[in-house]
């Protein structure tokens, strides 16, 4: 291992923790997680400030805790009567959803300087104050005119206004604004939008959701085995959350950077569908139109092999468009079956218009295949407001599940606990809604499982995941998967917080997975990727025999900053921090995993696991 200042304390202890985890001591496992726990505040493995979280990411004149602050140091913005004036003009004269625009400065009786700024809101704000990103003139020519370009405005139901404004020093601070433009959208409010597909575990049926601004006419999807011919159309529903659905702030506070309406989530399902058919649809209505047609395929009713995708942590970034053009091709080019995401999709952390730009950014591939998600901490936790909890999961205090080892932040999701993903996704009714769930897909078997819920022996999670693997019928699918948000093994350094969790993950669920023979554990969380051996009872057995554990926690958000170590075990097989996604196909006797990296779509790790013997 490679020593630093900055790794210093996370091998010491790992080492400490290592031995710890042989001798089984309940006064040191104390003591290990009060040392954890500093440690963990010491030491930082990424980090959800920088520029790259706010609207205009890099562009940005400010990190979104600024954003959130209100021009810190700078002062309010503010209309002064027989101020100059600035005239603004956009090119195009329309926005497409994800699109560009170029605003032109044209200044009348104003000189520009490199501190003035143009902000960029949509929908209803607080005043000037309020808006989602402001891009200063340094990187423009400050001339007359100027231009200032933003990007990836996705469609949020709105039209997006643009106000210049000036900064003065003297005598006190200025901000002064001194033109305003409005630039509509191409889309409507009853485009529809953000389509995606979920399995409900029956291969006659399928269900459609999307996105518009309107909840009538009713939401309808047309199908058929032609795409110049969709002869049925289905009907659905419509469904919304508001602000006060949330357990608490800052998700549930109405601004530009957190709660916005959702718009309307249409739910409509497909049934009497044959069994691995390949079938054509859109979705919308007549009066608001039509999305383009696309196809998915119904899912198996036999035991055949299957082809999927699964990875966590994604964000809306550049690397996690890769992913999500990589899961694209996947569908149209390698006959994908379904992705599995587990855990922390977006990292909306209450800032609602994400969960617009995530939608867009998975739609295409997430419209082709199941797209079958669970929860992430950044999802979920949080710590008031529990009567607003979807899961109805009831802890002790008025939060998520954090009993006293959690050594991992409890207000992750920043209150929306749940909230936005539970009306946005839909599952198989065998669980918890989108908490907890499982399917099977040809020879495969699935279970999305949360590690965000109390998964200790006894707790209704623990008792469903037990009758549900004593259930699995092996001949109709010999291969196991469970999924879940944290890892249980994991080599990763500046992670000591949640490898405390892991500790007690693996006491509660090893037992499980052994018995039951589960094949293989999906994680995420750490922004990395690694596979371990083979293990029972922690140890590595050979090929053929225990469980193999993968953290794909590499979909597009920052990546680890740490290596790796052996002092938190010997069971690492292959890892590295970098960006990509896991691809898995089974036959009868194998599943063949393959690490993909996003930079190119080469193949970083390959492994082929066998059944167990």
Request: glycine share 8%.
């Amino acid at each position: 291992c490679r020593f630093s200042v900055r790794h210093y304390f996370s091998l010491v202890f790992c080492s400490v923790f290592q031995r710890q985890t042989q001798t089984k001591s309940l006064s040191m496992t104390l003591l290990r997680v009060a040392l954890l726990s500093l440690v963990a505040a010491l030491v930082v493995a990424h980090d959800f400030t920088a520029k790259e979280r706010a609207f205009q990411r890099g562009n940005t004149r400010q990190t979104i805790e600024e954003l959130n602050a209100v021009l810190p140091n700078q002062g309010r913005i503010q209309r002064i009567k027989g101020a100059p004036s600035v005239t603004l003009t956009a090119d195009p004269g329309r926005i497409s959803d994800a699109g560009s625009v170029t605003i032109t400065a044209h200044f009348n009786n104003w000189s520009p300087t490199p501190d003035d700024f143009v902000t960029v809101s949509c929908g209803p704000t607080r005043g000037l104050d309020d808006f989602l990103d402001a891009v200063t003139l340094l990187d423009a020519a400050v001339s007359n005119p100027v231009q200032v370009n933003f990007t990836n405005l996705y469609y949020m139901r709105c039209d997006y206004v643009f106000v210049y404004v000036g900064v003065t020093y003297f005598p006190n601070i200025n901000n002064t604004a001194l033109g305003q433009l409005t630039v509509p959208s191409v889309d409507t409010l009853g485009t529809p939008k953000q389509g995606h597909l979920s399995y409900l575990d029956d291969p006659t049926k399928m269900v459609v959701q999307y996105i518009s601004g309107l909840n009538s006419p009713v939401p309808s999807v047309r199908f058929g085995l032609d795409p110049a011919h969709l002869t049925t159309t289905v009907t659905g529903t419509s469904a919304t959350y508001k602000a006060s659905d949330m357990c608490h702030d800052p998700a549930n506070q109405t601004a530009q950077q957190w709660f916005r309406d959702p718009g309307f989530i249409h739910t409509v399902t497909l049934t009497g569908l044959k069994p691995d058919t390949r079938y054509y649809y859109q979705f919308g209505n007549a009066v608001s139109g039509w999305s383009e047609v696309t196809t998915f395929r119904a899912g198996p009713s036999t035991s055949r092999g299957v082809r999927f995708v699964a990875y966590g942590d994604q964000d809306i970034g550049e690397a996690s468009h890769n992913t999500s053009r990589f899961v694209s091709y996947e569908a149209t080019q390698r006959d994908l079956d379904f992705v599995v995401h587990f855990g922390d999709l977006g990292y909306a952390l209450g800032t609602a218009w994400i969960w617009d730009a995530w939608g867009t950014v998975v739609a295409d591939g997430a419209s082709r295949v199941p797209y079958m998600v669970s929860v992430g901490n950044h999802e979920y936790d949080y710590t008031g407001g529990q009567k607003n909890d979807p899961s109805k999961e009831r802890e002790p205090g008025d939060g998520s599940f954090v009993p006293e080892w959690w050594a991992n932040g409890p207000t992750a999701s920043r209150g929306e606990c749940g909230v936005p993903m539970f009306y946005r996704f839909a599952a198989p009714s065998n669980g918890n809604s989108i908490f907890w769930y499982a399917f099977y897909y040809g020879n495969v078997f699935v279970v999305q499982f949360s590690s965000e819920h109390n998964f200790t022996r006894g707790s209704h999670q623990w008792n469903w995941l037990q009758q549900t693997l004593a259930r699995v019928d092996r001949v109709r699918a010999p291969w196991v998967i469970v999924t879940m948000h944290r890892p249980i093994y994991s080599t990763q350094m500046c992670e000591t917080g949640d490898y405390v969790i892991s500790l007690h993950m693996r006491r509660e669920l090893d037992p499980l997975f052994e018995q039951y023979n589960v094949n293989l554990v999906l994680v995420a969380h750490t922004h990395s990727y690694e596979r371990t051996c083979p293990l029972l009872g922690g140890e590595c057995v050979e090929d053929g025999r225990g469980v193999v554990h993968m953290t794909v926690g590499s979909a597009g958000a920052g990546l680890e900053t740490c290596g790796y170590s052996p002092a938190f075990g010997n069971f690492s097989r292959s890892h590295i921090n970098t960006w990509g996604y896991l691809r898995a196909e089974t036959t009868n006797d194998t599943i063949n995993l393959q690490f993909l990296l996003d930079v190119d779509g080469s193949i970083y790790d390959q492994y082929t696991l066998r059944r167990t013997k």
